[in-house]
């Protein structure tokens, strides 16, 4: 599997890049200019214009240097949006909800005129919410030991949001240093309530609980088809990541912290023995021996409260952590696909789904790595480029010279599907004036 490939070494992505975050002011002119890719952004955020006032009353912020945050940016059109992005340089760009009106008019409306009535349902999974469950890094670290975390989230949400919802239009996108966001850009999805987005987002937690509460999963005695396909893709990971690449069952402590997910005082003090043996097992046999007891002790009739320990423990250590806030509010902002973190120079690259556990954070492309992409192709090509002529087919588009383009093209991919929908309805809008 790709994830035992990847996780053989244990570098942080801090480790690995040669970025400066004292280059940000002098290469984000050059990452605006030429390789963010503000086409296919305004495709996707005007969704075919088939609500005209869609992208205008689209809410934007960006953060500037020394955190100067502005909110309620907003823009007529590609172009306009293109010159401010350019002139200000952002640091980091929020996307907003759609509102009643335009949000740089916000002080001209009535507070209570001026409302959000639409934003494509999101869901941030952050690395941070899973500390307790890694020993190889914490807080904002990363490593390739603990990214599966990260697979397995968009593994079992991408199916369950597919399957479960009906949802089509799914954009996965790296945070640029700790974590993951999802887009869904489905009409239905931009539609909810905030009632309606709560709901989904706790059908899809299982992992409940602060600091205080040791035992997070806590599954009903009849489990939903959901939580059994969960259970499947968790399986799949769970060996390599929790016994090999975080030591489960390897030392006393990680042995206590399993130990007390067990809610039966007998069946633990049986585990504990069983498990305290001085012997050469291996963390894996181990853990064989843990799922035999536990299932021989139900088979007796024994530990009722235990039934589906084995799951429990599995999406303990693995099943995705939802920041639910994120997700309920229709006004919260969510950092922009294509943004750089200011604190890796990471781009915040789109992921296809289907090729999750290729998807290497180690390898992201930051941007002090582009743009010398960028002057080592013109180097080696400069008699048919010139930075400042429009893209043709003497001249390619600058994102195709670096290590971007890959993500750009699943990036693309993702429009021209939704392209497909919406289309259908100018269609729609077109027959229904020509019957007028």
Not at 299 to 305: D, E, L, T, V
């Given at each position: 599997m790709a994830t035992e490939v990847q996780n053989q070494n244990n570098v942080s992505v801090d480790e690995k890049s040669t970025y400066s975050q004292d280059e940000l002011p002098d290469l984000l002119p050059v990452y605006y200019r030429r390789l963010f890719p503000y086409a296919l952004?305004?495709?996707?955020?005007?969704?075919?214009g088939v609500t005209k006032s869609y992208f205008h009353n689209r809410e934007f912020s960006f953060t500037l240097k020394d955190d100067i945050y502005i909110r309620y940016q907003s823009f007529a059109d590609q172009q306009e949006m293109e010159k401010e992005i350019q002139k200000r340089c952002p640091y980091k760009i929020d996307i907003g909800a759609v509102f009643t009106h335009k949000p740089k008019d916000h002080?001209?409306?009535?507070?209570?005129?001026?409302?959000?009535q639409e934003k494509e349902l999101v869901f941030d999974i952050d690395m941070t919410d899973y500390d307790e469950v890694r020993t190889c890094c914490q807080g904002a670290d990363i490593c390739n030991k603990c990214w599966p975390l990260m697979t397995i989230a968009i593994k079992v949400m991408d199916t369950a949001l597919r399957d479960d919802f009906g949802f089509e239009h799914l954009l996965w996108v790296y945070s640029g240093r700790r974590g993951v966001h999802c887009w869904i850009a489905d009409e239905s999805a931009r539609k909810l309530s905030q009632a309606a987005r709560t709901a989904v987002a706790e059908y899809l937690s299982l992992v409940k609980g602060g600091e205080n509460q040791t035992k997070k999963v806590n599954l009903p005695q009849q489990l939903h088809p959901s939580i059994e396909r969960a259970q499947g893709i968790v399986e799949e990971y769970f060996k390599?990541?929790?016994?090999?690449?975080?030591?489960?069952?390897?030392?006393?402590?990680?042995r206590d912290k399993l130990l007390s997910l067990v809610p039966d005082e007998k069946l633990k003090e049986i585990l504990d023995e069983e498990l305290s043996k001085p012997d050469k097992r291996t963390p894996e046999q181990k853990w064989e021996r843990f799922k035999n007891w536990v299932t021989s002790e139900l088979?007796?009739?024994?530990?009722?409260?235990c039934k589906h320990l084995v799951t429990e423990v599995m999406f303990q250590y693995c099943y995705p952590r939802l920041d639910v806030n994120v997700s309920t509010g229709v006004n919260h902002l969510l950092k922009s696909p294509f943004c750089i973190h200011p604190k890796t120079g990471r781009v915040c690259v789109p992921i296809d789904p289907n090729n999750a556990d290729d998807f290497d954070p180690m390898i992201v492309p930051d941007i002090s790595q582009l743009c010398r992409e960028i002057d080592e192709y013109d180097r080696t090509h400069s008699a048919t480029n010139d930075e400042n002529q429009?893209?043709?087919?003497?001249?390619?588009?600058?994102y195709k010279k670096t290590s971007m383009r890959l993500s750009v093209e699943v990036f693309e991919r993702f429009v021209t599907n939704l392209e497909k929908t919406w289309k259908g309805k100018l269609l729609e809008q077109s027959d229904q004036k020509m019957e007028l």
């Open positions: 952004y305004y495709r996707w955020l005007n969704y075919g002080k001209t409306v009535k507070a209570t005129a001026f409302q959000a390599q990541y929790a016994l090999i690449n975080q030591g489960l069952l390897g030392s006393k402590e990680e088979n007796r009739g024994h530990a009722a409260k429009p893209p043709n087919k003497k001249r390619l588009s600058d």
